[in-house]
């Protein structure tokens, strides 16, 4: 694994990031480590898909990369998920992610 806290992981299809999702906060923002995830708190609420759909915006505009390079591969209904991050290498990510 490839990352602090093993939340990246590079494989031949890109980059696997494990994130634990708060929806319901009170702003959007990344709020460091949940064990081998990252959190990202999210405003949207998570009925419907909406807390999905804002953290893949949110990764992409962190990111700086088109909303169609995303995917939640894995957790699509529950607060863990794994995203697929097209066209980026396990660095760039940390850096747009974390600042490093």
Do not use: C, W
Not at 18 to 33: F, K, N, Y
Not at 40 to 52: C, M
Not at 72 to 98: E, F, H
């Amino acid at each position: 694994m490839t990352g602090e806290g093993g939340f990246l992981r590079e494989t031949r299809e890109g980059v696997l990031l494990t994130v634990h999702v708060q929806p319901r906060a009170s702003r959007d923002e990344i709020a460091g480590l949940h064990g081998d995830a990252l959190k990202i708190r999210l405003k949207a609420l998570p009925a419907s898909g909406e807390a999905n759909a804002a953290l893949l915006r949110y990764l992409s505009k962190r990111l700086k990369i088109p909303l169609a390079e995303l995917s939640i591969r894995s957790g699509a209904s529950s607060r863990r998920k794994t995203v697929l991050i097209l066209g980026m290498k396990p660095p760039d990510v940390r850096a747009g992610l974390i600042g490093r």
